[in-house]
């Protein structure tokens, strides 16, 4: 199910639909790296990356940045030496939606790659 997420592309969010149920949100982790973790209110997925150089860490950054673009649905990224983390979350509903899934299907898809080098 990862690659069926990460072949959709987002539609855009401006509220005005409920955000995922737990049920849902649950549902979709399934699809996902089990790295993976569901915030215990179900509001926000994370999951960090570990790196073993710097330039590793912000080439994985930048793509990361450039799927966010692409997709028009932004994370917040904390970057240290080695370490990135990845939360989404769809803040014009408060909660999760679909394109929380297929953004961080496409990172997985992205991170194979990266981190397998």
Request: charged letters at 25%; one cysteine or more.
């Amino acid at each position: 199910m990862t690659s069926s997420l990460a072949e959709k592309r987002c539609k855009p969010c401006e509220g005005g639909v409920p955000p995922l149920t737990m049920e849902q949100a649950v549902k979709l982790m399934e699809a996902l790296h089990p790295d993976w973790t569901l915030r215990s209110d179900g509001k926000e997925i994370s999951r960090t990356f570990e790196f073993k150089a710097y330039s590793r860490t912000i080439a994985f950054t930048n793509a990361v940045a450039w799927i966010a673009t692409n997709e028009g649905h932004h994370p917040d990224l904390v970057v240290t030496y080695g370490k990135c983390i990845v939360n989404y979350s769809t803040h014009a509903v408060s909660g999760l939606t679909d394109n929380d899934f297929i953004c961080a299907a496409k990172i997985d898809r992205c991170a194979r790659t990266v981190i397998s080098d």
